[in-house]
């Protein structure tokens, strides 16, 4: 997994739960004093995992909620830290999203053949509706459905999701539907 992974994780270990202390006192748990990790290299996707779930026993928060949760965090940063991928500025969270799977991510893909982005497939269903097709061999759609709402904020929307789909629950891939319930003018 990319760097920009980790490394918002411990910006978002730091802000929300009691600074440096708590990010070195999980390296220790995670079995390593010391670590940085760039913002241009990939790391084993395993790490980051353990790093989330040693965070959610050590704060004693449930693992969906904190990765859910750092995916809010996460995605207006991600936004801001790659801007220059923004194609439009007139995009909204929407045609943002409508964006990402065969634009943003491949064009990553395309660029740096050691990344792998999931398939992300959209179709839109009217001006404010959307629904999101994930697939990824991570699973990872409870960071997705944070992140979904993150982007939501970054462009100060209110967004309506549901989850039609898992393959946590017998899916073969993971199919949100999102409504835009508010705009920001
Ligand atoms: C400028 C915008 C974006 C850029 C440059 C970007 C880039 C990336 C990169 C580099 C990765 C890591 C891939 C790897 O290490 O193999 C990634 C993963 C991911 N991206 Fe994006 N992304 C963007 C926007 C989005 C948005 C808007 C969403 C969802 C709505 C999204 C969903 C995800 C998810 C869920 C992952 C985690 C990996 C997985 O599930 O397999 N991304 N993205």
Redesign the pocket.
């Known amino acids: 997994?990319?760097g920009?992974?980790f490394h918002f994780f411990k910006e978002y270990m730091e802000e929300r739960y009691g600074g440096k202390e708590t990010w070195e006192s999980l390296l220790i748990a995670n079995g390593c004093a010391y670590k940085v990790y760039f913002t241009v290299k990939?790391y084993p996707d395993e790490d980051l995992i353990s790093l989330m779930v040693q965070a959610s026993n050590l704060l004693d928060i449930p693992f969906a909620e904190m990765v859910g949760d750092y995916g809010r965090f996460l995605?207006p940063r991600?936004?801001r830290f790659?801007s220059t991928?923004?194609k439009d500025p007139n995009w909204k969270s929407l045609e943002?999203?409508a964006n990402?799977g065969q634009g943003?991510?491949h064009t990553?893909r395309t660029r740096n053949p050691d990344?792998?982005?999931?398939e992300?497939m959209t179709e839109r269903l009217s001006q404010h509706q959307l629904r999101?097709r994930?697939s990824?061999p991570?699973r990872?759609c409870v960071?997705?459905e944070g992140?979904?709402r993150g982007?939501g904020d970054y462009y100060g929307e209110e967004l309506h999701l549901s989850e039609t789909e898992c393959v946590h629950h017998g899916g073969g891939e993971c199919v949100f539907e999102i409504e835009r319930l508010s705009t920001a003018n």
Do not use: K
């Not at 990344?115 to 999931?118: A, E, F, G, H, N």
């Open positions: 997994m990319h920009v992974f990939e995605a991600m936004l790659y991928y923004i943002l999203m990402v943003i991510h990553i990344t792998s982005p999931p992300i999101l994930y990824s991570r990872l960071l997705l992140m979904i982007v």
